[in-house]
């Protein structure tokens, strides 16, 4: 299974460290935060990586080099919208997104494994949270199919406390739900439709013991 990682974002809650580097490059311990999830990628049997790129992107490339392929949007196109514009690079095959600012040490062939079982278009990896305003909020009924979504709730409006840990498993019917324009947000553009008129969305809960950052 290919995969991508999401890393054409401004970071504009590091500001104003992402004033000089772009978010996937901050280092955490000995090594960008992107470098954790690759590494991640790589143990679970991902070898075929794509990553979108905008703010710094030269940064990304010349460390990186060829360890994966690049996709360079002059213009941001939303956390959906670069997916789509890499769906050559994926084929007719599932594929795994992750973002590259997350640090976490989920089972990522466990989540494949998942989807290709659950028959699914999307599978969203959640995880319980105490303070459902840092997360967008995952809804689904006792099969674990997906029913809707809140953004960022108070808690005492939230209907769920399983927030969205932004890595997912799409099959290529994906692309589907997409709106016609060049930009899509998954949240607003594609989860929300695609939970309407379809019971093929589900979430795993994932046992990762790291912590993923705010989308």
């Known amino acids: ?3 991508m990682v999401l890393a054409a974002g401004l970071g504009t809650r590091l500001r104003p460290l992402t004033y000089e580097i772009t978010k996937p490059m901050v280092p955490v311990l000995d090594r960008p935060v992107m470098e954790h999830i690759l ?4 143990r679970h049997g991902f070898e075929e990586v794509i990553a979108n790129l905008h703010y710094f ?20 196109l939303g956390t959906a919208g670069g997916v789509r514009a890499c769906a050559e690079f994926f084929g007719d095959e599932p594929f795994l997104v992750i973002s590259g600012d997350a640090l976490t040490d989920i089972d990522l062939r466990a989540l494949a494994a998942r989807h290709r079982a659950a028959g699914g278009i999307a599978t969203l990896a959640v995880k319980q949270v105490a303070d459902t305003r840092e ?3 995952v809804l689904h009924d006792s099969d674990g199919r997906i029913t809707g979504f809140q953004e960022k709730p108070a808690p005492e409006e939230a209907l769920s406390d399983l927030g969205n840990c932004g890595i997912y498993v799409f099959s290529p019917e994906i692309f589907d739900y997409f709106p016609e324009r060049p930009f899509a947000d998954w949240a607003q553009d594609v989860f929300r439709p695609c939970s309407s008129t379809t019971s093929r969305s589900t979430s795993t809960r994932s046992p990762s013991t790291g912590t993923t950052s705010d989308r």
């Open 135 to 137: 997360y967008g909020v």
């Open 39 to 42: 590494d991640l990628l790589a």
């Open 1 to 3: 299974m290919k995969a």
């Open 57 to 76: 992107p030269d940064s990304i490339k010349e460390y990186f080099g060829e360890r994966l392929s690049y996709r360079v949007e002059e213009e941001l």
